[in-house]
Structures are given as C-alpha cells and as structure tokens.
C-alpha cells in the first residue's frame, strides 16, 4: 500500500469535514483557495506556521496532521524516544514527527517597517547585512533574511498591527506564497503571488476587501518570499 502524502490527508481530513478548499482556506485567514490546492496536489509544502493554522481547522493536532498516525498512537510510538530529538525541524514539515535533531537558535535583524496595502510603505533603514532596528528571535538559513515590522491592519486577520513578517530573499516562490513587493516608484505590499505571465504579475490580496492587481514586471523592484508572521514576543533589541 502506497504511504498516504501530507497532501493527500489534507484533502482527506477536508472532505470528512466536508468543507472545500475555500473553506478551509478562509478559516485559516486566507482569502484565496490555490494554496489549499497547491498543498493537496503536493505542489507546496506548508511552512511550520501554515501547519498550526492548518491543523485545528481540519480538526487535528499539528503532529496528527504532519503523521498520519491518531494522537494515541503517536503518543505511545514516542515514549521512549529522547525529548531533545523530537523538536521541529523547519527544513522539512513532512518529518516534523521524526527524530531530526534539536531546534536551530539564531536571530534575524529588523530593518524597517511595513503598513501594508497598495498606499502602504516600507522604510528601509539601510542597515548592514546582519544588522537591524532589533532582532527577531528565529534561525533562518538565508544569509540575507530580515524582518519587518506591520503596522496598520490592511492584512487583519492574517497579518495583525504590531506583528512582524519573516522575509527570505533567497528562496524560491511560487504561486500561493506571500510576499514582500517593492515596486520602483517606492510603493511596497505584502500580497499573495499567483503569476508572472507574459511580463505582468498578478498578486491577490490577503485581506479579501481588496481587489487582486496587476503589475508589469518592468515595475516591479523585488518580490521576496515572506516566510513566517510572528508575534511581538520574538523580538528583542538584542542578540542573544
């Protein structure tokens, strides 16, 4: 028997709620469904944060969820295992339950601010590489990550005022993800990607009372992966 993927349970514990997938999208916060889709069709895999949001909506634990196996069971199979082997490991949500090793520490930097929207703005502070407004409390292994500060409430309920975004410059993304985009007459969003077709992006918005846009790609300074929404408790003005 062929072993059940994270995105085939999706869809099963989804249909024995018997909700769809814009359903299951909008009570996670989400306005569009293509990332219910990208994650059923294991086309993406859902970051550590999309798995807590996840998880209680198809009524199940996190480990559940990225296991397969009922919360019984999986208790009983990790009575013997080591505690400081059962942490997360961000590399790869689909083996969070196996044993991989202790949780990297580290701190990401903080540049600068975001209110969120098509008016929105981001203020770059011009900090070095590894250097910021604080710190958030997280290991990244982009050399280039940074975080921003949300301000505003444009992307409430997914992204609330005084929370901050994680931004991976270096990684790839693809349709569904969130990102940070800067275009070159100084207007900047945090928007979901859905396409780059024929030198224009499209980007749908998170917060369903604003319309998706369409930017030529000419216009557009950067688009970087937004990678993690993190409460203010992971800040601090100092590295640890």
Not at 10 to 39: D, F, M, P, T
Not at 62 to 88: F, H, N, Q, R, Y
Not at 91 to 97: F, I, R, T, Y
Not at 141 to 153: E, F, H, R, S, W
């Amino acid at each position: 028997m062929n072993k059940e993927s994270l995105g085939s349970r999706i869809k099963r514990l989804r249909k024995l709620k018997g909700i769809s997938q814009q359903a299951l999208a909008e009570a996670c916060g989400w306005s569009s469904q293509s990332r219910i889709g990208n994650y059923e069709r294991d086309l993406r895999e859902p970051s550590l944060t999309d798995l807590i949001l996840l998880a209680p909506a198809l009524g199940v634990s996190v480990a559940e969820l990225v296991s397969g196996v009922d919360s019984k069971d999986l208790k009983a199979s990790l009575l013997d295992a080591d505690p400081m082997i059962l942490a997360w490991s961000p590399k790869s949500p689909a083996e969070a339950v196996k044993l991989m090793g202790v949780t990297k520490e580290g701190v990401v930097p903080v540049v600068g601010t975001a209110k969120l929207g098509m008016d929105g703005y981001f203020e770059a502070l011009d900090f070095p590489v590894g250097h910021g407004d604080g710190y958030l409390l997280i290991h990244s292994d982009d050399p280039n990550a940074y975080g921003l500060k949300v301000i505003g409430d444009s992307m409430h309920p997914r992204i609330k005022n005084g929370e901050f975004v994680l931004i991976e410059p270096n990684r790839v993304f693809i349709a569904g993800d969130e990102v940070m985009v800067k275009t070159h007459d100084g207007r900047s969003m945090i928007k979901e990607f859905i396409y780059l077709r024929d030198g224009v992006y499209r980007f749908d918005s998170v917060n369903q009372d604003h319309s998706p846009i369409h930017l030529p790609q000419i216009e557009v300074e950067k688009v970087h992966l937004v990678s993690g929404i993190l409460k203010s408790s992971r800040f601090t003005h100092e590295t640890q």
